[in-house]
Structures are given as C-alpha cells and as structure tokens.
C-alpha cells in the first residue's frame, strides 16, 4: 500500500507453484477435491503462477486495477497419481506446457455502500492450449459485474 510514498496506489505480487502430484492420490477416494473442485489452489500439480497487480483509488468509491498474469502447466491433472514405476522422481513442468499471459485492467464503482459495479477487460494470449503443440489462441474477455458485501 502506497509504495514509494504515492497516495492511493496499492501494488500486489504473488508467485504459486505447485508441484506435480500435490492433491492427487492412488486412491481416487483421497484426492483433495470436493464436489469436481481443488480444497487446494486453483492451479492444477505441475504448474505455477505469476501475478501482478496495481490498483489506484480515485476516489472512495471508484478504484482502477491493472493486472498482468503468467500461468504455465505441465502433463498431469489432479486426477493423475505418481506411478511406483516412475520412482522419486518428479519432473516440474514436464511434457508439453501450456503457457498463457493474461492483461487486462478493471474499473470498479461502489454505486451505494457495499454494492460495487465493476467492468473488466483482459486480453489472453495462449500457446499449446489444452497441452495440445501448436495450438494457439488469443482471446479478448470483457466482464460486467454487479456484486455486493454482506
């Protein structure tokens, strides 16, 4: 919060990686999931995560966020166990890897207290989509979000 002495500017940085095999297990009973989703991070084993943002306050009510994201995944799935064949091993983003760069920023507007209107926009640039070598995709995302606090 206000690096460097400027007012009203928040700065967040954030790196995850997760390792192949965490959340997974041989027994499909003991996977750290409930209901199809991770009780773990949102990334799946075998990727990792860098995350910047850096959001102004205008005013009380309006603030504007900037973001760039990088996120990269290996072979493997939550749903995929170590094999007692492969041994100790484990290989961190091994086999192809999808690599996606999100940019984007947000506007967001408290239209009375606690009921927040935000208009999202990010720009998506992915290489072997679905782990798949050489297809590509580049993707415009527009958000319109009404939310609240309670």
């Keep these: 919060v206000n690096p460097f002495g400027i007012p009203n500017i928040d700065f967040r940085a954030e790196y995850v990686r997760v390792e192949p095999y965490v959340y997974t297990h041989k027994d499909s ?5 409930h209901y199809n989703q991770n009780i773990g991070h949102w990334l799946q084993p075998n990727s990792d995560q ?9 005013n009380r009510d309006i603030s504007i966020k900037f973001l760039t994201e990088r996120v990269r995944h290996g072979e ?4 995929t166990p170590h094999k007692i064949e492969d041994g100790t ?8 890897v999808e690599k996606r760069w999100r940019v984007g920023f947000s506007i967001t507007d408290q ?20 782990r798949t070598q050489g297809v ?4 415009n995302q527009i958000i319109f979000q009404l939310s609240g606090n309670w």
């Design 136 to 139: 590509n995709s580049r993707d």
């Design 76 to 79: 493997g799935d939550i749903n």
């Design 89 to 96: 091993k484990k290989s961190f983003l091994s086999g192809i």
């Design 50 to 58: 860098f995350y910047l943002e850096t959001r102004w306050l205008v």
């Design 111 to 130: 239209i009375i207290r606690d009921i927040f209107l935000t208009l999202q926009y990010h720009w998506i640039d992915t290489t072997n989509l679905n």
């Design 29 to 33: 009973i003991n996977v750290f999931k």
